[in-house]
């Protein structure tokens, strides 16, 4: 079993940065694969980020592909999502999620355990 609790969201004008945390329970946090995923207005969650047991791995939807980078720390049971560029669009609230597998994972279904979300809004 895995608590996740996520932190850092917040509102910033377009073109700001936030960066997320993600703060895991339990011993075996480095045997899960992490992933941020997100929901916008109205919206389906969709995934953002994914990251491998080791960190040595990283996948990410094309809309934060250069914009966002998802890291982890092991000895800290934490994962997170350092976001640049924002943009109104990025607006949503910012899910972690734990993936009992080692690979990291783009496929929302992999993913067994959730935090509550954290809302990022981006103002114009």
């Known amino acids: 079993q895995v608590q996740l609790v996520e932190s850092g969201g917040g509102l910033v004008q377009a073109g700001g940065s936030l960066r997320l945390s993600c703060a895991a329970s339990?011993?075996?946090?480095?045997?899960?694969?992490m992933g941020w995923f997100r929901q916008g207005p109205g919206k389906e969650r969709e995934f953002v980020a994914t990251i491998s047991w080791s960190g040595s791995s990283t996948y990410y939807a094309d809309s934060a592909k250069g914009r966002f980078t998802i890291s982890r720390d092991n000895a800290k049971n934490t994962v997170y999502l350092q976001m640049h560029s924002l943009k109104p669009e990025d607006t949503a609230v910012y899910y972690c999620?734990?993936?009992?597998?080692?690979?990291?994972?783009?496929?929302?279904?992999?993913?067994?355990?959730w935090g509550q979300g954290t809302q990022v809004t981006v103002s114009s």
């Open positions: 339990g011993r075996t946090f480095s045997t899960y694969a």
């Open positions: 999620a734990a993936a009992r597998r080692l690979g990291a994972s783009g496929s929302i279904n992999e993913y067994s355990y």
